[in-house]
């Protein structure tokens, strides 16, 4: 009962805290063209005045300057997010995670206030990225109070209700964003709603979330008050100095993609972490990359509304939904490795044919099985390294591995725009799909030796049970 009312309380603050975050999704093109129209910081024209001789000398087109700019601000965002989210998952080990949550939600918060301050500044919407980026840690945090409160039958369910938040966040945020854009352009200044109305909801959203959080979540870490599970004492000087350290090594890629924070466990598990986390690593840093240039790529290719946006966002959203609401939290404990490798398989045509893409028809067969990857191969993973994760370093294990997907998103969009730019969608979207078959390979193998360690595990149950034979 206790596990089912933390889930639910989850899964409510979750989704407002989501839904607030992806309003920006389907307007990110049009703020960028009130930018260069309106800023009065004068940032945004320093960067094209930056890029342009770049630009004419190779023959870009103008247009997909945006690109590279949108690229570098959502490559920005997750780069803090990788600086920030281990620290803030080793304060949650020491303070619990309730209290620690409800700290990013008052930083995201801010990061909205600023957001609604910067109608006219460029560099004030830099500044509102800066501190959500700062801020954003509340999925990671999310997914260590669900392996506090689950078990190994209950684990793939609080996984999935992570990842159908997602969904339908990524369904109604962005429309809402959409319906937004369309009640700005009816303004008499439009550009100036176009920063005011989402960002006014977004903090509204924020607090609401807020609230939840303080009335409804119970502490799920044994772990607070300065004592630990068994009741001792945490020496405090220690303890600051073991948060710089962690937070060293979770920033620290080689010893993120080793776990060096998870102590004296078999090697095996080890070696099955930091497969996992590889997998997850080279999936997100492509996907990461082409999903945030697909705004563009509709944008400039059929000249997408943001209301056109918002209804990609809410077509993948109802796929994810489905999936994730249904057959994914069904997923027998053991079959996630195989589920993600369907899922890995998927993504790799999905992005060549956005890229070929020349009707619309197109993009919506492609989200297709984009919605169907996206809906199973990350829960799938989380699920995976859950399962290998040490009870009392839990926090650590997710951490890690939230760490090694904020360094994909890190370089994710910056990478694709850069292709974008300099190459064009088609060539960009084509390269991104092909890259994908890394992961995809790393999963097989990764199957391959599971296998190979099943089979053996039972030849020598065997060869023990088989009885003596006498010369």
Known sequence: MRTNSIFKVIFISLFVDLLAFTLILPLLPKILDHYAKHDLSNGYNLFIDNVKIIQQLLGIPESHNQVLLAGMLGSWFSFLQFLSSPLIGALSDRFGRKKIMLMTIIGSTLSYVTWLLASNSFNLF??????????????????????????????????????????????SGPLLGAYLSRLAGKASDNYTQLIIYPSSIAICLSMIGFLILA????????????????????????????????????????????????????QTQRMHLKSTGMIHFYYLLF????????SFLTHLRFQFSSMDQGKLYLYSGLIMA????????????????????LGLTMIIPSFIFMGLST????????LTMYAISSAIVVPCLTTIVSSNSP???????????????????????????FVFWTLGPTICYIIGGLALLVPHYKMRELLSHEAHGSKATNDKKNFTARPAVAN
Do not use: C, W
Request: no cysteine; proline share 2%.
């Open 359 to 366: 009707k619309i028809s197109h993009i919506y067969l492609s």
């Open 391 to 417: 009870e009392e370093q839990k926090g650590a294990v997710m951490g890690t591995f939230r760490s090694i997907g904020a360094l994909a998103r890190a370089f994710g969009p910056f990478l694709a725009s």
């Open 322 to 341: 489905i999936l994730q609401g249904g057959y994914i939290r069904r997923i027998k404990g053991g079959l996630e490795a195989k589920i993600a490798l």
């Open 215 to 266: 009335l409804y979540l119970e502490e799920t870490n044994g772990m607070v008050a300065g004592k630990s599970r068994n009741g001792r004492l945490v020496n405090r000087k220690a303890f600051k100095q073991n948060i710089l350290k962690q937070s060293f090594h979770y920033i620290n890629p080689q010893s993120i993609f080793n776990f060096s924070l998870v102590k004296d466990i078999p």
């Open 287 to 294: 996907y990461s990359g082409l999903e945030f240039t697909l």
């Open 126 to 171: 830099i500044l509102s990225r800066t501190l959500g980026g700062l801020s954003k840690a509340n999925v990671g945090l999310s997914l260590a109070i669900i392996s506090d409160v689950s078990d190994e039958s209950s684990r793939g369910r609080g996984m999935a209700v992570v990842g159908s938040t997602f969904s339908l966040a990524f369904i």
